[in-house]
């Protein structure tokens, strides 16, 4: 495994591990897991990996979902639509989880969308994201290039070989503050820090609601 997904690897299975420490779910508990992928390594889908319950478990992803169900049998999967409404009733899990997922979803205004839809379809909810407080960009695996202002960040990147993550619509980072302006406003989140590292410079930032 290289350095960029080792970092990856860690990183994400520390947001797992608050995810299972302040959530707390049971075994009965419907959880939704929104942006799942066709990639099953070892930094990737890490709910589906390591949750035991996988039965009570659907994945939301933009692929037909064949990868994820044949490497974690017992999993449910719906494929979704990009910037659409998810296709569920309002509360229909016990628990939304999203790691990793929200930094590609677009601009802020197609990110707010995607947080309001998390809070429509299950109360108790888990959204993280990487934080540009650690010195390593997780994507690129470059050092504090992601701690500079977006359109610097965007301008380094672009025409090199990581342009990809140059275009807003592929990578747009968020803040603890713009997470809690997106939240719903019937909820009271809790922010914190996850991952590898320490308060401001964790590789992560989670937010969660634990209460209906």
């Not at 608050?18 to 799942?36: E, S, W």
């Not at 090199?160 to 807003?168: A, G, L, Q």
């Not at 964790?202 to 634990?210: D, P, R």
Request: glycine share 6%; with cysteine; hydrophobic share 40%.
């Amino acid at each position: 495994m290289n350095f960029a997904r080792r970092i990856l690897t860690i990183a994400r299975q520390g947001a797992h591990n608050l995810f299972m420490a302040v959530l707390q779910p049971i075994p009965g508990d419907r959880i939704l897991d929104i942006g799942t992928s066709d990639d099953t390594g070892p930094d990737s889908s890490m709910l589906e990996r390591l949750y035991p319950h996988r039965e009570h478990l659907t994945c939301a992803s933009l692929t037909d979902g064949k990868a994820i169900l044949a490497a974690y049998p017992g999993v449910h999967h719906i494929q979704i639509n990009a910037g659409e409404p998810l296709p569920f009733n309002s509360n229909s899990f016990d628990i939304v989880y999203s790691n990793a997922m929200l930094e590609h979803v677009g601009p802020a205004r197609q990110q707010k969308k995607f947080v309001e839809e998390m809070g429509r379809v299950a109360s108790r909810r888990f959204l993280a994201v990487p934080n540009r407080g650690f010195p390593i960009e997780h994507h690129t695996c470059l050092p504090f290039i992601h701690c500079l202002p977006k359109a610097w960040f965007r301008r380094l990147l672009q025409d090199t070989r990581y342009d990809f993550w140059s275009h807003e619509e592929n990578l747009n980072y968020v803040s603890a503050q713009d997470l809690r302006a997106m939240w719903p406003a019937d909820g009271s989140p809790t922010i914190s820090h996850a991952g590898i590292g320490f308060g401001f410079w964790s590789s992560n930032l989670a937010i969660y609601q634990t209460k209906v």
